[in-house]
């Protein structure tokens, strides 16, 4: 049950005349969160363990609020599937409770009804409002790399809607499913390393990548696996049974 995570915000918040920040009253305030996969959706509740906001003639100006990421609900499943759902959830396929008990949304600026914040999840804070999208030009022989510069190089805003065609920004290998015919090999593996300022990492659809399912890989355990791939033994068997370019998941 692989749920795409997660676009929330519902807030109680003050309406003040001056400026001042005020903590929330969090019995009066509630988290509301939303989440989507291929067969349909979940939603339920998160509690708040602290908040705070910034007020300015009654406008919201900033805050900070931290979620206790154990007190998560689901509003929509009853019965033995509830226990499921949240055991998944908090699990290491999702948000690992039991080492990162909390998350934390802190707005960094709010231009009328537009507001952009920092989300921080498993300690690691999404910076930008935006998601690389690697495709095959960004690999290379043991490295993966995306500075923006390239005139191939791709990004796209990160929002609800995005969410289910990205993945979490942890280690993975990656192959080429396609290589030019000039290149020696047809194998082609980089190890992509988490850049700290995302949250989530997008690739695009002529790549293979090769992650742990719950938890995250090593880098030295990424590094030998791609090592093994771009072997010119690995690929003189490709070569045994497949003359193609093309570099399929299964085989």
Known sequence: MKTKIISFLALGLLAISSAFAADVDLAKSSLVWHGS???GKH????????AKVEMDKGQLKGGEFVVDMNSITVDDLSGE?????LTHMKSKDFFTVEKYPTSKLKIKSVKGNKVTADLTIKDKTNESS??????PHNIHFMSADWDGKHKKDVKFSLSPESLSHLLPNKIYVLLK???SKDEKKRLVSGVYIPAKKYLYIGFGNK????SRKDEEMEEVEAR???AILNSSFMDNYFRCFSGNTQVNATE
Do not use: H
């Open 207 to 210: 790549l293979n990548y090769i």
């Open 177 to 179: 499913r396609f290589s």
């Open 37 to 39: 996969k291929v067969t």
């Open 81 to 85: 599937w509830v226990t499921k759902f």
């Open 130 to 135: 935006s998601v690389p999208l690697f495709r």
């Open 43 to 50: 939603y339920g509740k998160i509690r708040m363990k602290s």
């Open 224 to 226: 030998g696996l791609s």
